[in-house]
């Protein structure tokens, strides 16, 4: 019941913070300008004016999408880590055939899934946005959808194998070397030319760093509170399985 509280806890912690980074990210921040635009002659509009020359008035063009990274970077992180998760737990099954660890490794596969989803969408917005395409075949958003097909993979494979051992299994194996694709895709744009932003490269000022931290505590919190009620609940399901297995016998 401890860790349940916990998660409770966290769970709360987590909205108010999320929820503390949206307006931050909305109120605070600093918009950063993407690109500029020239006009004829000079009108009253938000867009700072950033100097003169002999095509007109050259303002700069604020980068409003930008505030997707907000969201979309630590739900991206969010989902490297959780599945970093659930391949310790499936190198710890390996080990130990400990049951338990499969559990957690399963559920831990779950909410990193959610993340993925999440980044996706995001990731989505954000690119019709600012390259004007829903969709672009570069470094950073193959690797993630390959990522994405795999951990899907996972799931088609645990429910088409009926023995539980050799589910187990080969699903620690699977979900290991599936967990790979994750390291690639992370650090696939520091070491390939691509189209794709790499934030920490590229700096942060104070006012935007801020809420993007907020978020991605406030993401972890709540990610790690569905984590730990899913495996509480699995743990219940596989105790009455147990008793009803034990009844009937």
Do not use: C
Not at 34 to 42: I, N, R
Not at 171 to 181: K, L, R
Not at 194 to 206: E, L, N, R, Y
């Amino acid at each position: 019941m401890k860790q349940i509280r916990i998660a409770l806890w966290l769970a709360i912690v987590g909205g108010i913070a999320t929820t503390a980074a949206f307006l931050m990210a909305f109120f605070t921040a600093e918009v950063q300008l993407f690109g500029t635009v020239s006009l004829a002659e000079q009108i009253q509009t938000a867009f700072p004016l950033l100097g003169q020359d002999a095509s007109g008035f050259m303002f700069g063009r604020p980068w409003f999408s930008q505030k997707i990274f907000y969201f979309h970077v630590p739900f991206a992180e969010a989902s490297f880590l959780v599945f970093t998760v659930a391949a310790f737990f499936a190198i710890r099954f390996l080990m130990t055939k400990d049951k338990g660890y499969d559990t957690k490794s399963r559920v831990a596969m779950e909410v990193a899934l959610v993340f993925v989803v999440l980044t996706l969408i995001t990731g989505d917005l954000w690119t019709k946005a600012s390259w004007g395409v829903w969709w672009e075949w570069e470094p950073r958003l193959t690797t993630y959808f390959i990522m994405t097909l795999l951990m899907i993979a996972y799931f088609v494979l645990r429910n088409s194998l009926e023995d539980e051992e050799r589910r187990a299994v080969y699903a620690s194996v699977y979900g290991i070397m599936a967990w790979i694709t994750a390291p690639i895709s992370f650090f696939i744009t520091r070491v390939i030319p691509s189209d794709h932003p790499v934030v920490f490269k590229s700096g942060m000022a104070t006012s935007n760093l801020l809420p993007f931290i907020v978020a991605q505590l406030g993401m972890l919190a709540i990610g790690y509170a569905v984590y730990t009620i899913r495996v509480r609940e699995e743990r219940m399901r596989e105790r009455l399985d147990v008793i009803k297995d034990s009844l009937e016998g």
